[in-house]
């Protein structure tokens, strides 16, 4: 008998031993099993699948321009690969197993290297069994700063994930397909963690300014998030700068896979608790703390400048034609029929197969694209929501513009909340060639029939 490469691999990793061809180097990327503290002190430790030992995994930072490289090990148990999430990327880095790659099986790796051309906030994750494996915590931030920084005393990342534990073992609960979830609202969780921790603190002064850049990284989770003791503006929204700084009043949310940077004075005075807050139906929640000492030496802070603008296409709406995409299914609107490939299959069918939800009368990834744009051309997408639930949008390789109520354009985004009953527009330059999904961020839903597909050429 002879030892395959893979086989040698797998009886190494047995011994929690990575043989030398793997061993791990700082461009390395190690998709690999951990145990973390996610719940509070006094639970148990939660054994979770991670990017090199925690969760999140580590937060790669790199200028505006510059090339990533990275090598994903595979030491997990199931085929993965990265997606880069809101990278204007060469598609075939993009991450999406059966359409830019195969996925990396045990023992495998694969290079990840390309440019990232816009600085803001981004975050990678796992791309195959995403309801699975970003569940267990295959996720981390991944920042491309601007040319200049940002006179802030602290630049920090704050990333939110939402995790279903059983209360006694605090081991995740692996009813990842769970017909009920994917159904309704997707998997919704028990506890909230920040950076992979419970009720983290950080320390800041009085009038200190900061930088929080909050990712939401949760399976289906929409926050609703306030401030408490702080005051400022939103800067940017998946990692593209607001023309002008939006000034956060109330509250403001935070669909799957959305990203908020903002800038924030502390006002809160020393010896008080900050807080970033989550607000639920039932209640509000602090996700963050900040404990305040001190006084720092700031006094009248100058006002919240835009950031500079990233190299986006002009979007020019004239001829633009419409593209619509109906969302349909789920429990309340249950699908009459829909397609699976050729077959046309009836909601009850469709239900047996743990398919849920269609896009334009497909319940899973279609043959032939919903859209086949020249490069260069610009296009609306008109989301229709006809389903009791509300869809986190994600369009692949490119970022688009909002259009709203009015007609206007709206901020650049990768990810659109589309509420129930609702439709939405946006406009969008397809200027980056290749074959990109286009899928509904609450994972649940995109496993269970929220998935498609446009090519660029
Ligand atoms: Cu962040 Cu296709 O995903
Ligand atoms: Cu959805």
New binding site residues.
Partial sequence: MTFSRRRFLQSATALAVLPKAVRASSTDLVARKAIQQIAPNGFPETPVWSYGGGVPGPEIRLAQGARLQRRLVNDLPQPTTI?W??IRIDNAMDG?PGLTQDAVTPGEDFHYDFVVPDAGTY?Y?A?NR?VEQVARGLYGPLIVEEAEPLDVDHDLTLMLDDWRLDPETAHIVDDFDNGHDQSHAGRLGNLVSVNGQFDPAFSVRSRDRLRLRLINASNARIYDLSLDGLVGRIVALDGMPLETPMRVEDSFPLAP?QRADLVVDVQARPDRVAGLVSREREGSFGLVRFTVSGQSARTGQPSIAPLPPNPLPMVTLDSAPIHRMTLQGGAMRWLESAHLGETLLSGRELAQLGRFWALNGYAERPQDPFLDAQRGSVHRIEFVNETAFPHAM?L?GHHFRLILADGRLGPWRD?VLVERGQTRQIALVADNPGDW?L?C?MLGH?ASGMMSWFRVT
């Fill in positions: 997606h999430h809101g999406v975050w994750h791309h995403s896979a994600h692949h990810t999904l899928h961020h995109a």
